[in-house]
C-alpha cells in the first residue's frame, strides 16, 4: 500500500517546504498538512521522539507527492501563534516605560523634598519661585 495513502485521498490537503533553524537557507523538507500556513510562519513538526519549530519557505497550491513514492512524508503537527506572545512583549515593555517614568519622577521629588527640607523658609520659597514653570500671559 502507498505510504502517504491518507494525504493522497484526502481534500484540501497540501504540502509545504520547511527550513529548519540554522539550516543553509537552501535546505528545505517537504511536509503535508491541512492548515493554512504561509511563508514566514512557524510550525511545528514531530522530528523522531521530539517536537521542532520550523520556518515555512512555501505553501504549494497542491499536494507534492507522488503516489506510490518510497517515502513516507510526515504531517505538520500545529501552526505557532505568535499573536499573544509579541502582545504579552508589547505589554510588558507599556509596564516597564511606565514603572521606569514614575520611578524617576519619584526620584526627583524625594530629591526635590530633601533639600528643601534643609533650608529656611524664605529660601524655600525662593527656590521654588525660581524653579516653577512661569505662566505666560497673553495680552489681549
Given at each position: 500500500?502507498?505510504k502517504n495513502i491518507a494525504?493522497?485521498?484526502?481534500?484540501?490537503?497540501?504540502?509545504?517546504?520547511?527550513?529548519?533553524?540554522?539550516?543553509?537557507?537552501?535546505?528545505?523538507?517537504?511536509?503535508?498538512?491541512?492548515?493554512?500556513?504561509?511563508?514566514?510562519?512557524?510550525?511545528?513538526?514531530?522530528?523522531?521522539?521530539?517536537?521542532?519549530?520550523?520556518?515555512?519557505?512555501?505553501?504549494?497550491?497542491?499536494?507534492?507527492?507522488?503516489?506510490?513514492?518510497?517515502?513516507?512524508?510526515?504531517?505538520?503537527?500545529?501552526?505557532?501563534?505568535?499573536?499573544?506572545?509579541?502582545?504579552?512583549?508589547?505589554?510588558?515593555?507599556?509596564?516597564?516605560?511606565?514603572?521606569?517614568?514614575?520611578?524617576?519622577?519619584?526620584?526627583?521629588?524625594?530629591?526635590?523634598?530633601?533639600?528643601?527640607?534643609?533650608?529656611?523658609?524664605?529660601?524655600?520659597?525662593?527656590?521654588?519661585?525660581?524653579?516653577?514653570?512661569?505662566?505666560?500671559?497673553?495680552?489681549?
Open positions: 500500500m502507498d494525504a493522497l485521498l484526502r481534500e484540501g490537503i497540501r504540502t509545504v517546504s520547511v527550513r529548519f533553524q540554522g539550516a543553509p537557507l537552501e535546505k528545505t523538507y517537504i511536509y503535508v498538512t491541512d492548515l493554512v500556513l504561509l511563508a514566514g510562519d512557524r510550525a511545528v513538526v514531530q522530528v523522531a521522539e521530539n517536537y521542532k519549530v520550523v520556518e515555512v519557505v512555501e505553501q504549494h497550491s497542491d499536494l507534492r507527492i507522488e503516489p506510490n513514492s518510497e517515502h513516507r512524508y510526515q504531517w505538520i503537527v500545529s501552526k505557532v501563534d505568535l499573536k499573544q506572545y509579541q502582545t504579552n512583549l508589547e505589554t510588558n515593555q507599556r509596564i516597564e516605560r511606565t514603572v521606569a517614568d514614575a520611578y524617576q519622577a519619584n526620584l526627583r521629588r524625594g530629591y526635590q523634598e530633601q533639600v528643601l527640607a534643609g533650608l529656611l523658609p524664605e529660601a524655600q520659597a525662593e527656590l521654588l519661585a525660581l524653579t516653577q514653570p512661569r505662566t505666560i500671559v497673553e495680552v489681549a
